[in-house]
């Protein structure tokens, strides 16, 4: 079993940045591809960001690309999104998410899923 759990998350103003982080313990976190997933109010959940289990491979949605950025650590057990510009749009919960196999489709990722951590951008 993995647990993933999200910080990082609060309020911020249009223009700013936050630095979500995602502790992974349980199982051998390089063995597993991360991403970050977020669900607006109202909306479904959206595939923002992945990363390989080498971090070889990286995947943005449009939206996002050129202002956040998806890392990680493997001698931590961490995983990171670094978000900068941020938007009113971007206001979600985040969700740090792990599976053995690397996917831009969000319905492959079902393996772990942490709590999620809220993101409030205000205009």
């Known amino acids: 079993q993995l647990q993933l759990v999200e910080s990082g998350g609060g309020l911020v103003q249009a223009g700013g940045s936050l630095r979500l982080s995602c502790a992974v313990s349980?199982?051998?976190?390089?063995?597993?591809?991360m991403a970050w997933v977020r669900q607006a109010p109202g909306k479904g959940r959206e595939l923002i960001a992945a990363?390989?289990?080498?971090?070889?491979?990286?995947y943005y949605e449009d939206s996002v690309k050129g202002r956040f950025t998806i890392s990680r650590d493997n001698a931590k057990d961490m995983a990171y999104l670094q978000m900068d510009s941020l938007k009113p749009e971007d206001t979600a919960v985040y969700y740090c998410?792990?599976?053995?196999?690397?996917?831009?489709?969000?319905?492959?990722?079902?393996?772990?899923w942490g709590r999620g951590t809220q993101v409030t951008v205000s205009s």
């Open positions: 998410v792990a599976d053995h196999f690397m996917s831009t489709r969000i319905d492959f990722w079902n393996d772990y």
């Open positions: 990363i390989s289990q080498n971090a070889d491979r990286t």
């Open positions: 349980g199982r051998a976190f390089s063995s597993f591809a």
